[in-house]
């Protein structure tokens, strides 16, 4: 069956420009999470969903960082006015409840150019 | 979150077992031991997770030490396609949120 889905897989931006990032899900899965990861580094959280509520947000790094998940299905990453710092591959990860594992998209690698 | 630690990297031979340990001494009760591996250019992969008692999957075995203080990730034949970073990962809680560390990195010799 389908696995976790993201697009783009590649992501040039300049310097101040926004980006989104999508993130398709497995169908049915009710929990969805954003992970950054950076270069040789372990994936770090960034937010999760719980179908379309926003339950955790603590580790957005900044207010430019914003998630939303308005249907309970396909979630979005922006970033808005990107930094270098923004630079890292972008993961998202979805579960069929807060018992089951997670499973994996092959991410979004994001240049700040 | 409680933490783990694991060594920076292992080598093995293709088909000989391999033993990866995992260092995790302020576990609370209800912390499950998951373990992930990550492939390059790939997200994360879920391997195994347990409790207490061992565990067995297709992919992997579990052992988990009587005071659940270090746990073993077992892959019984090597492969050149289990060359990747393995997290050792504690988890706790309602959401599943896993807190990821730098993982192993195995390397598999053919």
């Known amino acids: 069956g389908a696995g976790v889905s993201q697009s783009p897989r590649y992501k040039v931006a300049k310097r101040g420009q926004d980006v989104a990032l999508r993130c398709d899900p497995i169908s049915g899965h009710v929990s969805l999470f954003w992970y950054q990861q950076a270069l040789g580094q372990g994936p770090e959280f960034l937010t999760y969903f719980q179908n379309e509520a926003q339950l955790d947000k603590s580790g957005l790094p900044s207010d430019r960082f914003f998630a939303e998940r308005p249907e309970g299905s396909v979630s979005t990453l922006k970033i808005q006015r990107t930094q270098q710092e923004d630079s890292a591959v972008y993961l998202c990860?979805?579960?069929?409840?807060?018992?089951?594992?997670?499973?994996f998209g092959n991410g979004t690698r994001l240049t700040v150019t | 979150d409680a933490k783990t630690t694991q060594p920076n990297s292992m080598e093995s031979n293709e088909e000989e077992p391999v033993h990866l340990p995992c260092n995790h001494s302020t576990i609370s009760g209800t912390d499950y031991i998951h373990w992930y591996r990550q492939l390059p250019s790939q997200g994360p992969e879920y391997v195994i997770h347990g409790l207490t008692s061992n565990v067995n999957n297709r992919m992997a075995s579990l052992a988990i030490a009587e005071d659940r203080k270090s746990s073993t990730l077992i892959l019984h034949r090597a492969t050149l396609r289990d060359a990747a970073v393995y997290y050792c990962i504690l988890v706790t809680g309602a959401n599943s949120k896993l807190t990821f560390g730098k993982g192993i990195t195995l390397s598999v010799r053919p």
């Open positions: 990860a979805s579960s069929l409840d807060w018992q089951s594992p997670l499973h």
